[in-house]
């Protein structure tokens, strides 16, 4: 008789590797993570799943030993024909009610969650940002300072923000792991959500509504300051942008802004106000750029400025006309370089 | 009771006076004999065979977006070759593999199951095959015409309607063609299941694998209709600028979302449920005890139907539906659990106290139950809306949904392909290879697949063609990556093994021991089923005619000791001489209508009307001789008479009946019996 | 009983050799598929109640360009339709093979009627600035109309295909239930144009 013991060592290994994930998992770096909530909403949904994580692990436990051990134990040794079973009413009642009344259990926090997470946020001080999605970057909008910005959405700490969700295009999705659970933006139709971040950090997140080419990317990134460094940052982004001294290469990189179309698709405060593309007027501030795929430097502002289809296929900036020469790009990045 | 209903066709038969040209194929050979083809088993093969070569191509697809996602920031596809995998791989999995291959065994299967010789429309259900084979191909030309849908299995507006080329468009035309595909099969199998069951045969008394299939039937008649409207008015966007999904307009791109989910989640248990049916009949026969519970498992089958119907927004968790419809929907989502549940422990309860012969069909059952129940319980996770939002476009649901519908339906079919082998080809497959393919797949997919969870987990979304090094994915797309070439072997497993078998020595018509009526009639069976439509008296007729009950209630083989004289008994039926049977005869209009489509479509796509027109009145044209053509060719005669009545496999088995009479009507015995009181469930 | 189908519908009256449920395939199939056409128009009215009154202001709204008192005639000229399909069925059920002509014919007429002066009105729609691509109304409204148009024409197409077989003699009792099918397709249709005529046009 051949050893059966391989469907028992099947289920064994199945077992062992599926733990072996989970655990694993646990232990790497994950900046995306929707395990390691880092805000009170975020945590507030990993309460609500955690136990449901446990049930479901003690379920799966439960059934695949059943399975495991009946084809074991039950296996055709050449013992007599089974007695033929049609089945057990008490059983049957058994097995449909217990499950229910687990899921009702499951049901009520769910529910009573699902209403919490939708009430907006009460506090007075709660900041209110106008996230609008585009093909394939994000526009932030703050609404009581007039703040426009991209990719980077900057928040102050231990305050509710209050984000209200557009579109221009196609659906995205704007989703931040770390802070909050993720709603769709719909052209045509205006969704909301709460973030709140407990400290400083990055938090990064990316678009997950497919949307296109680039859809891959479209990420984000939230920079949480504490109260001063918001404020402060704050009133640096409503300032103008700096002048570029005369004669020197930012200046020659406003001329090429200028003269090479950028002008057209872009806004700088007091230079130009195209809505096409994102608000430079304070870029040098952010840590990354063309939807956040990017670190904002030198070598990525080259390598973007030189063709940026192909540094980002199907993505809406098209340089009109020839590319760019070198020097222009030099130009340029000196000049993006002084927009702090 | 037979199948072949004199149709109240519209005329009497002399008006189908064949001109030469237009002769009706009498004794069909080779290609020909399958173009004309309306026998069920047939059909079931040709499905059977197609949707295999389309779950290659969805096979390599997949691999192709493994290769790419193996290694982070990867170069092997461009984003719009991504794209377009991405979208071709769910379309054909769902559409061209998982729906076909259940059409497949239920048109094999159905009529031997209920003591039927064919289905209620023969030359409907050859229809069905050709428009989903032509179907099938219309979409993929699109690799060669452009470029293929790369719009998403789910084509969400605005995004589809504004993309360029004509990629959509082959969706879209291509989904339609393949809708009526599935809208006739269900149509005719519906009145097959209601209308042309044996005497005796109840509904109580129908096989778990029919009552599945017949529930699926009912959803895929109301749900089809609703995702055609759907694409009516993105075709319409697209070739006529409408503006359904024009937000400029003012539309709203949910419209889209709440008419796909509506058609898409009953969808989903019609992916399910035909796998559940083939592991209902697996079990029980491994197990030599019967399905536990099998009126629960009915109800709970004809429960999830119902229920499917009421959880489409756990799609649109996202989209701000607001907090009164995420309750509901979050409700609803978690009670459909319930039925499913049961059917899990129904199916452990089969086993239990069995005495199980670990079989190759038997470890793909036992397969799905434990991968289900895996993707079962990650699905109930999805159902706390708050979690979801987490979770949701992200790899743990792509992880839920291959547990299903790979762990879960391939699975399934795959024991179903292992345990009616025998039945179909007149042989078995190898039993070791194909305890290979089966550890190998089983390895491989959880190797692919559990890695997902943990994936979507942490953070990593659907539909992208690449991500960055440093968000600690790479190690898992990596080994899910090795997974997927190991699923590719078991394939490979699997093909060795349909051609390395193919010498094996007969079967004979009952190689399991098993209990319901196909494995009564010839491996394989002749063109007519069986000689006498038997008289059913309870479920499981076929184990019941071999064995009795003990005072302790376990099985004793009546009357015959021996396992051959168990078969003769099983074989009984079949006489050495062709009985005088009339089968409903050969037809190529269903292949000729069914090319209508096709160029309907390529005429739409490319905005020529004369094409389309033409396409339209060849169809049109198609139906009509088809209508005025009998059931049957007048006399019924034209076919050789082989003189062996049980056709080898795959042989067209053109068989006479000379003379009208009453061939297949059991004798003397023109109603159905009337159902004994009370069956032995 | 006789199976076989070169010769005419022998025996039964109705001729239908013994079924499980004892009713035809093709009554069962017919029922079916109308069920799925309740769902399909059911997606389409639904869409059309989701848009209403979300076109842009200032673009064409219902009122402008509908005219009641018109589509009310063609509408009861649909319905009278269904009275004549019904007096067809009855005729060939009892043999009346002269009768089974002419209200055949004149249904299908009816219903020619019907499409026509859909086509007429819409083409004064069109005049008057309502087209497919005008707004949300435009849109649903020549979709939703449209289908259940094509609908009639295609019932129309039967109906004028039993009226040729019938004048050759080629629908008799055993037939009859042929006739009831497409009847019934043909009741079910002018069902459906009550409902939108309910819900497009009266309600506002």
Known sequence: MRRIGWRAQGGRAALVSLAAVVLAGCAKVAPQTTL???????????????????????????????????????????????????????????????????????????????????????????????????????????????????????????????????????????????????????????????????????????????????????????????????????????????????????????????????????????????????????????????????????????????????????NQMVIPGVPLTPEEIEQLIAYLETLK | MTVTQPAPALPSPELAEPRRLLRRPTSPRGAWAWMTSIDHKKIGILYGVTSFVFFLLGGLEALALRVQLGTPDNTFLS????????????????????????????????????????????????????????????????????GAPNGGWFGYQPLGRNMSGHNIDYWVFGLQILGIASLTGAINLIVTIINLRAPGMSLMRMPIFVWMSLVVQFLLLFALPIITVALFLLMFDRLFATNFFNINAGADPLLWQHLFWLFGHPEVYILILPAMGIVSEILPVFSRKPLFGYRVMVFSGIAIGFMGWGVWAHHMFATGIGPV???????????????????????????????????????????????????????????????????????????????????????????????????????????????????????????????????????????????????????????????????????????????????????????????????????PPAEYNFAEIPVVTSLDDVWHRKYTEDERGRPVLRERRTDAEAHEV???????????????????????????????????????????????????????????????APGGHGHDDHGEGHGAAGGPEGHAGSGSGDGDATPGDPEPEPVPAGDPA | MSLDVATPHAGVAGGHPPTTTGLSHEKIGMWAFLGSECLLFGGLISTYLLYRGQSRPGTITPPDVFDIPFTSVSSFVLLMSSLTMVLALAAIQRNDQHRLRVWLLTTALLGATFVGGQAYEFTVFVREGLNLRTNLFGSSFYVLTGFHGVHVTLGVLMLLSLFGLAVRGRITTAQAETVELVGLYWHFVDIVWILIFTLVYLIP
């Open chain 1, 36 to 314: 390691e909530p880092k805000g009170p909403i975020a945590r507030q949904i990993d309460n609500l799943i955690d136990p449901v994580f446990i049930v479901a692990g003690v379920v799966f436990v439960l059934v695949q030993a059943l399975v495991v051990i009946a084809v074991l134990k039950f296996r055709d040794r050449g013992q007599e024909e089974p007695e033929q079973i049609h089945g057990n009413t008490a059983l049957e009642i058994g097995w449909t009610l217990v499950p229910a009344v687990i899921l009702l259990l499951i049901a009520v926090p769910t529910i009573k969650t699902i209403f919490d997470l939708s009430r907006p946020a009460e506090a007075s001080d709660t900041l209110e940002v106008t996230v609008t999605g585009h093909q394939f970057w994000w526009e932030y909008l703050y609404e009581d300072s007039g703040v426009l910005s991209a990719n980077e959405l900057v928040i102050p700490t231990g305050r509710p923000v209050e984000l209200t969700l557009k579109s221009v295009d196609v659906i995205h999705s704007y989703w931040i792991p770390a802070l909050a659970g993720k709603t769709d933006v719909i052209p045509g139709r205006v969704n909301r959500m709460t973030v709140v971040a407990d400290e400083p950090g990055e938090y990064p997140g990316q678009c997950t509504e497919y949307c296109g080419a680039s859809h891959a990317n479209m990420r984000n990134v939230a920079r949480a300051l504490d109260a001063a460094d918001f404020e402060e940052w704050l009133a640096a982004q409503q300032r103008g942008p700096a002048t570029p001294a005369e004669g020197s290469a930012a200046a020659e990189g406003l001329e090429v802004y200028g003269n090479r179309g950028c002008a057209g698709c872009h806004t700088i405060t007091g230079v130009s106000e195209g809505k096409v593309g994102p608000n430079l007027t304070h870029f040098a501030d952010r840590g990354t750029f063309a939807g956040s795929i990017f670190e904002n430097n030198g070598e990525n502002l080259t390598r973007w400025l030189t063709d940026p289809q192909a540094a980002k296929p199907g």
């Open chain 2, 79 to 146: 984003p719009e070759a991504y794209n377009q995998m991405f979208t071709m791989h769910g379309t054909t999995m769902v559409f061209m593999v998982i729906m076909p291959l259940s059409a497949a065994f239920v048109n094999y299967l159905l009529p031997l199951m209920i003591g039927a010789r064919d289905v209620a429309f023969p030359r409907l259900n050859a229809f069905s095959y050709w428009v989903f084979l032509f179907g099938g191909l219309f979409t993929y030309s699109s690799f060669f015409l452009g």
């Open chain 2, 325 to 523: 419809a995420l309750s509901a929907f979050a409700a609803s989502t978690m009670f459909i659990a319930v039925p499913t549940g049961v059917k899990i422990f129904n199916w452990i309860s089969t086993l239990w106290k069995g005495k199980i012969r670990i079989t190759v069909p038997l470890l793909f059952a036992v397969g799905f139950v434990a991968m289900f129940t895996i993707g079962g319980l990650s699905g109930v996770t999805h159902a706390v809306v708050p979690s979801d939002t987490q979770q949701t476009d992200t790899y743990y649901i792509v992880a839920h949904f291959h547990y299903v519908l790979f762990g879960g339906s391939m699975f399934g079919l795959f024991g179903g392909a292992y345990y009616w082998w025998p039945k179909v080809r007149g042989h078995l497959l190898n039993e070791r290879v194909g305890k290979l393919h089966f550890w190998l797949m089983f390895l491989g997919f959880n190797m692919t697949f559990a890695p997902f969870h943990l994936l979507g987990l942490q953070g990593m979304p659907r539909r992208v063609y690449t991500y960055p090094t440093g968000q600690g994915w790479d190690f898992w797309n990596f080994v899910a990556s090795i997974g997927s070439f190991v699923i590719a072997a078991s394939v490979l497993v699997f093909m060795y093994n349909v051609w390395a078998s193919r010498k094996n020595p007969k079967a004979g018509p009952d190689p399991w021991d098993a209990r319901t009526l196909e494995w009564s009639a010839a491996s």
């Open chain 2, 570 to 632: 099983a074989s009984a039926d079949e006489p050495e001489e062709r009985p005088d049977i009339h089968m409903p005869s050969p037809s190529y209009w269903p292949i000729f209508t069914a090319l209508g489509l096709p160029i309907i479509s390529y005429g739409m796509i490319y905005k020529s009307w004369i094409p389309a027109a033409l396409g339209g009145i060849w169809t049109l044209a198609g139906i009509y001789a088809w209508a005025l053509e009998p059931q049957t």
